[in-house]
């Protein structure tokens, strides 16, 4: 078969080569062709190194949904820390971002050698916001917690009690200034420890109509100035200084502009959560996740958020500070399985393409969302789609398209770490297997495309990374590289992510309900110089 790439910039195109090959598809599965469009002129928005964060949580054993207790023992205040999975899982990625938060944070009192309160941990009681009553994080577990991220390598965004001091009204909006004296003496215990902190987040699902209560726009600007002059204060000689991260709620587009207008010189993170697919009961999630018209519904947010920072005077980057595509804990086997990569890894790839620095996942471990087991802290298929991306996709995000099916998901970054382009396929149809050529426009010139041609395997070869399920089950939580199963050795080693190696002039080949990782080292395009 002919592959072709299109310069639409040059007005011209050209075709490489004639190869002959044979398509090895699922049983039953027809074949399509379709063309990515790349345009490598210049980047459309650009990430962190660590775009890849993930969340850890404050539920106790006791927290359940529609009649199911999936959190366990993996708390931050009851997480096995000696785990060799978990700080194997966080080494991998040398660094993960986590961020320490949830619904549970806005309840939380620290230890600390001046507070008055009793620290005793979150007990059950139905009457209260959430289901439970005050809780408190002791500062020898705070100390045990930041040897288990030194010694991983995690950078670390700590999720405060905003709460603190406020009222909450019969419309349960809340009252008052922030105390944050409670707050302000944790900081400096840090500090004083010399416990490293990337940012300090304001707060969990407060913004716009609130979960559990909500406080208005103005009142959270002027807490958060007030957390800006606290962190300037204690870090006042020590660089670099944490991020200063908020609201961490819901997106209200009147709430935010408001926010963002009034925080133009204290904020440098506006984080926003997503659970965009509903609760974890709804028995139609998988349908929604392999629906591309359900997945494009939430660029909107994203669009919106992007515009406001852009009119804005604010300086301050985007961040989804929490997602776990359906609340309430998820659902098993689905949140939790080979299906929700497929929401996963397009999160991350619509993210990325509106200039979302990082991308929290709900969680590490905890609920049915989690990318370790909650009780075996083995890696969940979203584990490893996590670490691939991580590895595999560069700062700056290129414009992508794709002409075919609409059941093709496709975006592009340039390579990390490395030369080249790296391409992500989604494959949301059961019974049909892709064959994707690539086309780029507003190269200016085919000089370095031509590279694609020359006999030299190492300058033709690209690695692609075809991950499927087990027995092409979607609610297995064991997922293939290559074919081959991915899991931890009897030491709880991370196994490594090895590549197969096809020639860059033939199509790449995307199986039913797949996804491929397909790096491109020899297209070298102006976006990624």
Request: charged letters at 15%; proline letters at 4%; hydrophobic letters at 35%.
């Amino acid at each position: 078969m002919g592959y072709q790439i299109w310069v639409w910039g040059m007005c011209l195109w050209m075709c490489l080569f004639s190869y002959g090959f044979i398509s090895v598809c699922s049983q039953g599965a027809k074949v399509e062709e379709g063309t990515v469009f790349i345009n490598g002129t210049t980047a459309i928005g650009r990430i962190d190194d660590d775009f890849v964060c993930a969340t850890l949580d404050w539920w106790p054993p006791e927290k359940c949904d529609y009649g199911t207790c999936s959190w366990g023992l993996v708390s931050l205040l009851n997480l096995d820390l000696g785990n060799n999975i978990l700080l194997n899982a966080i080494k991998a990625f040398s660094p993960l971002k986590l961020r320490l938060g949830g619904s549970l944070q806005d309840k939380v009192i620290y230890g600390t050698e001046d507070n008055q309160q009793p620290c005793i941990p979150f007990v059950k009681n139905t009457s209260e916001m959430f289901g439970f009553t005050q809780g408190c994080l002791p500062m020898h577990r705070w100390d045990e917690l930041n040897t288990l991220f030194e010694k991983a390598g995690a950078k670390i965004v700590f999720g405060l009690n905003a709460l603190s001091g406020r009222s909450i009204n019969s419309d349960v909006t809340a009252e008052g200034d922030w105390n944050y004296t409670n707050a302000e003496s944790f900081i400096r215990y840090t500090v004083r420890k010399n416990y490293t902190i990337h940012g300090w987040e304001l707060g969990n699902e407060l913004s716009g109509s609130g979960v559990g209560t909500r406080i208005a726009a103005d009142q959270y600007a002027l807490d958060t100035i007030a957390l800006q002059r606290i962190v300037q204060n204690i870090y006042k000689e020590i660089e670099p200084k944490p991020l200063i991260i908020a609201p961490g709620g819901f997106f209200d587009a009147n709430w935010f502009q408001k926010f963002i207008e009034k925080t133009t010189k204290s904020l440098d993170v506006v984080s926003h959560h997503i659970y965009n697919l509903g609760p974890g009961v709804d028995t139609h999630l998988v349908e929604k996740i392999l629906n591309p018209s359900y997945l494009d519904g939430e660029a909107d947010t994203f669009r919106s958020l992007h515009k406001i920072l852009k009119s804005s005077a604010t300086s301050a980057n985007a961040w989804v500070g929490e997602s776990g595509g359906a609340y309430n804990s998820g659902h098993n086997l689905v949140t939790n399985a080979f299906v929700f990569s497929f929401w996963y890894l397009d999160q991350l790839g619509m993210a990325s393409a509106h200039d979302t620095k990082t991308y929290c996942r709900q969680t590490l471990i905890g609920g049915n969302y989690g990318l370790l087991n909650t009780t075996t802290f083995e890696p969940n298929p979203d584990y490893y789609s996590a670490l691939l991306w991580h590895r595999l996709m560069g700062n700056n995000v290129l414009s992508t398209s794709f002409s075919g099916t609409k059941k093709i998901r496709a975006y592009a970054h340039c390579a990390k770490y490395s030369k080249g382009i790296v391409l992500l396929l989604i494959n949301l149809d059961n019974s049909t297997t892709i064959q994707a050529e690539l086309a780029f426009n507003g190269t200016g010139s085919l000089h370095n495309l031509v590279q694609l041609i020359q006999p030299d395997i190492s300058k033709t070869a690209r690695e692609e990374y075809h991950l499927t399920t087990k027995d092409e089950n979607l609610h297995s939580q064991t997922i293939l590289l290559n074919g081959n199963i991915l899991t931890v050795n009897s030491s709880g080693d991370i196994p490594p992510l090895e590549p197969e190696y096809k020639n860059s002039s033939t199509p790449i080949k995307v199986d039913p309900f797949s996804i491929v990782f397909a790096h491109i080292p020899s297209v070298v395009l102006p976006a990624c110089r």
